[in-house]
């Protein structure tokens, strides 16, 4: 009994020490001290803290931790740029993490961003100034099939999107994303939570522009057609495609239990040969 509780006593240590030397975060400069201060912040509620040697702001500490993790240190948009200024169209721009990636890695790069939720993009616009970031240009509005205005679902997260619901709906600016594909786009974006279905069917035309295409699929087992019909788009424009799971929504796919919101949160990277 007494080796026992001494053993797990030295093997409970052996895992702390473990968790600081493993810490992910050490690769973009954030200590192990830091994030355990992140993870302790209140849940929501205006932060600002020093990220890769200037000041970002964000709201939601599990939504930030979550968005440098996939993009700065598993680096899911990392890509080989035929030149060195790309044209990159970022759809969903949130806080704009993906705009600072991009920029940090391709300085000559020019990107238009797109972020129609009113907190996100006041942590957007505060972060591309503190960021100082040449040819960055930023609108306050959705994307969609056509230049209108549209009921939005303000939410101030990852989760906010076109549509009514139980959240805070206004009225905002809305951009149609064909009239914007007028020229070669080295990599487009697309993040709008469960607007890129129709999106996607009303730019299927420009693709032959697009070089490289992120997706972010949300849908509903019902709305399975339509992920069958984005695949079919995808490989009749050219591209190839690569499906990693956005979220694991039902770990036991067979005992699924009555859940809101989305089933299938997928993300589509998109290329050429």
């Known amino acids: 009994m007494k080796k026992s509780l001494v053993f797990n006593i030295v093997e409970g240590g052996f895992k702390r020490v473990g968790r600081i030397f ?15 201060k992140i993870k302790n912040l ?6 600002t803290m020093e990220f890769l040697g200037s000041k970002i702001s964000f709201g939601s500490r599990v939504e ?14 990392r890509q080989n740029f035929d030149r060195d200024n790309p044209y990159i169209i970022d759809c969903g721009a949130n806080i704009g993490l993906s705009i600072i990636y991009m920029k940090k890695l391709y300085p000559h790069s020019e990107i238009i961003g797109f972020e129609p939720d009113d907190t996100n993009y006041a942590y957007l ?13 930023i609108f306050k509005e959705a994307i969609w099939t056509e230049n209108t205005y549209l009921n939005f679902q303000s939410e101030g997260s ?4 076109i549509g009514d619901g139980d959240g805070k709906s206004i009225k905002v600016k809305a951009k149609r994303l064909h009239d914007l594909l007028d020229r070669s786009v080295d990599f487009l974006k697309i993040d709008i939570e469960g607007a890129e279905y129709k999106v996607l069917m009303d730019i299927k035309d420009r693709l032959h522009l697009v070089n490289h295409l992120f997706l ?13 019909e984005i ?12 499906i990693k799971q956005a979220m694991d929504k039902y770990p036991i796919p067979f005992m699924r239990q ?16």
Do not use: M
């Open 125 to 137: 616009e505060k972060n591309v100034k503190s960021f100082g970031l040449p040819n960055a240009k």
């Open 158 to 161: 990852l989760a906010s999107r």
């Open 216 to 228: 972010e699929y949300h849908g509903t087992f019902n709305q399975n057609s339509e992920l069958n």
């Open 22 to 36: 493993n810490n992910p975060y050490r690769k973009i400069g954030i200590s192990s001290f830091t994030y355990r």
């Open 42 to 47: 209140p849940a929501h509620k205006p932060q």
């Open 258 to 273: 009555n859940a809101e919101g989305f089933d299938v949160q997928l993300n589509i990277f998109c290329f050429r040969k």
């Open 64 to 77: 930030f931790l979550h968005s440098i993790h996939e993009i700065f240190i598993d680096e899911i948009y």
């Open 231 to 242: 695949l079919q788009v995808l490989t009749d424009n050219g591209f190839r495609f690569y």
